[in-house]
């Protein structure tokens, strides 16, 4: 398997550091999801009458 020269090494540094700051960017400006709210249910407390 022949060797890679130093300028491909460098070549292939710079595509990967150049996609991987793209996915980046992407990420960070993509719109975030849409939060469902959801209302909080209102406690049903019943009493509890204790017959001992």
């Known amino acids: 398997m022949p060797q890679m020269a130093p300028l491909l090494w460098l070549n292939l540094y710079m595509f990967f550091t150049a996609v991987f700051a793209v996915i980046i960017i992407l990420n ?4 975030p999801p849409i939060k469902i709210s ?3 249910l209102s406690k049903m407390t019943t009493p509890k009458t204790w017959k001992w």
Do not use: N
């Open 28 to 31: 960070f400006f993509m719109k």
């Open 38 to 40: 959801i209302t909080p």
